[in-house]
């Protein structure tokens, strides 16, 4: 076996598709976020302006965030030094699980290193607790949700996206006394739509089945207290399991679930991905229940983060480019080819400063590539003003090179 010929040819396939990932270099400023500097592959260093952050308010940031994870650093040291049952569990990583559960209305909340894990260990671990159980997940959920699913090692059903008729007629072909899951997310971060929830919850209760919603792109971002989408439409208490992250709104690291007592002890106790794994640092700890409080109280962050997401998809409307259709801050827009994808993301970086990346499969199908822009509160109208006069100069000359897709 020609190994090293092995991991050339996947290579080369990738990017014969036009989806070899090259990572941009990137330093943030701190207090001047969204710019960042860009260290291109020559070693120059250029001041970029960031349009794909998933920090989608700034909270990376935040004195208070980055204050408490210098002091908890000062106080305790670097990282938490084992397991979470193996001396790993400090006081920062207690009061960080009681804000989650608070924010959540839950009575407990578990952490993990991450949300891909805490999806993957949670919806595995599932399976290993309830026998018999069926899972039925949305066919647009995130590759954490898949590979949990799949570690559930139990029978699945995948719904068509946001379908519920068709969850409906899943739900009632299987065994009426088989314990259920229902998965799914809500808000879908790559198209920018949500998750019908109420109605989830009433099939889950017609069906006695449990809800376990992805809230990643939500918390911190929706809701009075930041809580997501299900706080904002009065439905949280509707939902067995809350997952979300830390790593995004939240600025910082990290992944959780929020549940009844009972579910969480059981994940507690049973998880692989949680019971095996040193737990995070006390300081992202700290800067993430510094981040969680204060965005608790701070809704005219989110309204502000509200309004500049509608500003920009109706700025770049006016301006003839393909906004797809989204209900939330994301705000795609299509090109539909790898390739031209990677191309106009380069120019806007190399010529404009502009940092977006291109989306491309199997983030999302095939011919849906696409630019996603993320504006946060931070950026202004002449951040605006600059982003469509830059796509005004590139978008055309990259379409016409590849003989594609016109403006409106
Ligand atoms: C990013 C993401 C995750 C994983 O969260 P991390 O904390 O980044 O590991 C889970 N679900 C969805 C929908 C995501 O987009």
Redesign the pocket.
């Known amino acids: 076996m020609n190994y090293n010929g092995a991991f050339e040819a996947a290579v080369r396939r990738v990017k014969a598709e036009g989806r070899y990932r090259v990572f941009a270099n990137l330093m943030r400023r701190k207090g001047e976020f969204p710019v960042a500097r860009w260290r291109t592959e020559e070693g120059d260093v250029r001041d970029v302006t960031v349009w794909c952050s998933?920090d989608y308010l700034g909270m990376g940031q935040v004195p208070c965030v980055v204050e408490s994870m210098k002091s908890a650093i000062d106080e305790v040291g670097s990282g938490a030094g084992g397991t979470r049952n193996i001396s790993g569990t400090t006081h920062y990583h207690v009061e960080l699980e009681r804000s989650l559960a608070d924010l959540h209305g839950k009575s407990s909340a578990l952490l993990f290193t991450?949300?891909?894990?805490?999806?993957e260990a949670t919806l595995a671990t599932l399976g290993k607790i309830l026998p018999n159980l069926i899972i039925f997940s949305d066919e647009l959920?995130?590759a954490?949700?898949i590979e949990g699913v799949k570690g559930a090692r139990c029978e699945k059903h995948v719904w068509r996206h946001n379908d519920v008729e068709h969850l409906e007629e899943l739900l009632k072909a299987a065994p009426i006394d088989a314990p259920k899951v229902i998965a799914f997310?809500s808000?879908?971060?790559m198209d920018g739509d949500i998750g019908p929830i109420e109605a989830v919850c009433d099939l889950a209760e017609k069906y006695n089945a449990l809800t376990y919603l992805?809230e990643?792109?939500a918390v911190g971002l929706y809701g009075l207290r930041g809580a997501g989408i299900a706080e904002r439409d009065g439905l949280m208490h509707r939902i067995d399991i809350i997952?979300g992250?830390?790593?995004?709104a939240f600025g910082v690291?990290?992944?959780y679930i929020a549940a009844d007592g009972a579910i969480v002890d059981a994940i507690r106790s049973m998880a692989s991905g949680f019971i095996f794994t040193t737990a995070i640092p006390p300081a992202l700890a700290a800067g993430a229940r510094a981040s969680v409080e204060y965005l608790k109280a701070a809704h005219h962050l989110r309204e502000s983060h509200q309004e500049r997401a509608a500003t920009l998809k109706q700025r770049l409307a006016d301006a003839g480019y393909p906004v797809m259709p989204s209900e939330t801050h994301i705000v795609p827009i299509k090109v539909g080819d790898p390739v031209l994808c990677k191309r106009i993301s380069d120019r806007l970086l190399d010529e404009h400063g502009i940092y977006v990346q291109p989306i491309n499969y199997p983030t999302v199908p095939r011919g849906t590539e696409r630019l996603r822009f993320t504006p946060t509160p931070l950026h202004t109208d002449a951040m605006f003003d600059q982003l469509v006069a830059a796509l005004d100069e590139v978008w055309e000359d990259a379409a016409v090179a590849d003989g594609g897709i016109a403006r409106a």
Do not use: P, Q, W
Request: proline residues 0%.
């Open positions: 998933n991450s949300g891909y894990i805490a999806n959920n995130h954490s949700m997310e808000v879908y971060s992805d990643v792109h997952e992250t830390l790593g995004k690291m990290g992944g």
